[in-house]
């Protein structure tokens, strides 16, 4: 990432937005862009050990949202009326794999159920861990989850990951924290979170040819045809 360039849009973060914040978790500069909103942490000064620290020591904290899990379980069977859907990847498989576990309890082997991780936890028998999404690209999986994981990514990676997604998958489903203010970006920030994403920036990155749902507290985007 070159130095002082917003890693979505390219555009110079101007002086006064250097820094404009304090990351409440990790203690760091939070920048902005004026172009896209976007906010973010420069990661390239952390070593992949930094990073793993800063995710590892809330662990136990991810995946508890129980909720969320059951509605796009609700979505996914909706979804199931129109396309044929046999296969699932969730990436970013918390401790309790409760999301994979009430997919499997909804459709059985009607679907293969798969996960990606940067820190693998114990996995039910049905789910196959997969190391590398490289691994996927020959043979995609029919929709791929990847639900508040995206601000988890180094801000310099986000487009290259993403791009690793879409690859391993025919249809996707993301949801991040919305931050379109001030004091949304210090509340997300009390998490390991390395960018703060605005319906702009997320345009920056999947363009407009995606469904955006936003809603108070966060933005949901899929690519998955209505019929």
């Keep these: ?24 978790d990790i203690e760091a500069p939070i920048n902005k862009c004026d172009s896209c909103n976007y906010c973010f942490v420069d990661c390239t000064y952390y070593s992949s050990e930094d990073l793993y620290k800063h995710q590892s020591k809330h662990a136990n904290k991810f995946g508890n949202n129980h909720d969320r899990s059951r509605k796009y379980v609700k979505f996914l069977e909706e979804h199931s009326k ?28 009607s679907k293969k159920i798969f996960s990606h991780d940067l820190i693998k936890n ?9 190391n590398d ?5 020959s043979k995609p999986v029919d929709v791929l989850f990847c639900i508040h994981v995206l601000e988890h990514i180094p801000p310099h990676q986000v487009k290259s990951f993403v791009e690793q997604c879409k690859a391993a ?7 991040v924290p919305k931050c379109e203010n001030k004091k949304r970006v210090l509340e ?28 108070q507290e966060t933005i949901s985007l899929h690519n998955i045809p209505k019929d």
């Design 169 to 175: 998958c025919k249809y996707y489903v993301f949801e």
């Design 188 to 215: 997300s920030s009390t998490n390991p979170h390395y960018s703060f994403f605005t319906l702009s920036s997320l345009k920056e990155i999947f363009g407009d040819n995606v469904e955006f749902i936003e809603g």
């Design 82 to 109: 129109n396309i044929n859907i046999e296969s699932v990847l969730e990436i970013g498989t918390p401790k309790d794999t409760y999301f994979l576990k009430i997919i499997n309890e909804k459709f059985g082997d």
């Design 122 to 130: 114990k996995l039910p028998e049905y789910v196959e861990f997969i």
């Design 133 to 137: 999404l490289k691994d996927l690209e």
């Design 1 to 24: 990432m070159k130095k002082n360039i917003c890693p979505l849009c390219d555009t110079l973060v101007e002086k006064d937005n250097i820094g404009c914040y304090t990351h409440k």
